[in-house]
C-alpha cells in the first residue's frame, strides 16, 4: 500500500451563485446546502490519514474563513471563471507551502465523502502518473491526481472522456461516497442513502 501523502485541493463556486441545478429551492437553502456540501467534504478530507492538507480554492472570503477555521488553507481563484487555470494555480501554490505532498484535485459537491473512502482510493493511487474518478453518472469527474509537473485538469461537462484523452488513467472500482457528487435533488436523494455528513445532514432532513 502506498503511503505517499497528498494535498487536497477543494474548488469552491462562491455559493451564493454556485449549485444552480438544485432547482425549486429557497435562494438562502441552497446557499446553505451548496456551503453544507464543501463543509463535509473539507472535513472527511482533513481526517483522512493520507492527506496532509487541504488547500480550497475560492473567492468567496467570508466563506474561506468558515473552511480556515476546520483546518484547511485557503487562496482565491488564480484565474476568474476557469476553473482548471485556478487548479493549476493552487497546485503549483501547494507546490511551494507542501513540495513533499502530490496534489488532489477534488470537487466539493461531495456531501456523503467518508474518510476511510479517500483514503482506500488514494492508496490504489500510482501518483507518478495521472489518474482520475469518474463522477457517480460515469460522465463526468470528482478527483484527479497528477504529480505537479504533469498537472493538468479538465474538469467541466463530460471531464471524464476529457480526462481521458489526455492519457489520464481512470482509478475503478472506488466507492461510492468518492464518486457522488450532487448537481441536483436526484442527486441529493443519491448521496443521503449513502449517508451524508453531519452539517449537510441537518440540512437536507425535509429535503429528501
Ligand atoms: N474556485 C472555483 N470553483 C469552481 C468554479 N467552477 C466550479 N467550481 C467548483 O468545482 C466543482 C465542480 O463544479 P460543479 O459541479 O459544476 O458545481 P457548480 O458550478 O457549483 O454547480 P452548477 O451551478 O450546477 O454548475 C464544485 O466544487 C464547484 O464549487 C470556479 O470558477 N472557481
Ligand atoms: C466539474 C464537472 O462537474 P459537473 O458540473 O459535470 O457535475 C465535472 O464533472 O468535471
Redesign the pocket.
Given at each position: 500500500m502506498s503511503e505517499q501523502q497528498y494535498v487536497v485541493l477543494v474548488p469552491v463556486k462562491p455559493p451564493a451563485i454556485g449549485k444552480s441545478r438544485l432547482v425549486g429551492l429557497d435562494p438562502d437553502v441552497r446557499r446553505e446546502l451548496a456551503e453544507a456540501f464543501a463543509q463535509d467534504a473539507v472535513v472527511a478530507c482533513l481526517e483522512a490519514s493520507l492527506v496532509g492538507a487541504v488547500l480550497v480554492v475560492t473567492d468567496d472570503a467570508h466563506f474561506s474563513r468558515a473552511l480556515t477555521a476546520l483546518g484547511a488553507a485557503a487562496i482565491p481563484d488564480g484565474v476568474s471563471d476557469d476553473?482548471n487555470g485556478s487548479l493549476r494555480q493552487a497546485a503549483a501554490e501547494a507546490g511551494r507551502r507542501w513540495p513533499g505532498l502530490v496534489p488532489v484535485a477534488m470537487?466539493a459537491d461531495l456531501p456523503a465523502l467518508r474518510s476511510a473512502d479517500l483514503d482506500a482510493t488514494l492508496a490504489r493511487v500510482d501518483p507518478s502518473r495521472p489518474w482520475f474518478v469518474p463522477?457517480a453518472d460515469g460522465?463526468?469527474?470528482t478527483l484527479y491526481v497528477a504529480a505537479l509537473d504533469e498537472f493538468d485538469p479538465r474538469?467541466?461537462?463530460g471531464?471524464r472522456e476529457e480526462h481521458l484523452d489526455t492519457g489520464a488513467r481512470q482509478l475503478t472500482g472506488v466507492p461510492a461516497s468518492v464518486r457522488q457528487?450532487v448537481?441536483n435533488l436526484a442527486d441529493l436523494r443519491a448521496a443521503s442513502a449513502l449517508g451524508l455528513g453531519r452539517r449537510t445532514a441537518a440540512l437536507a432532513a425535509d429535503l429528501v
Open positions: 476553473l470537487c463522477d460522465v463526468g469527474t474538469f467541466g461537462p471531464s457528487d448537481d
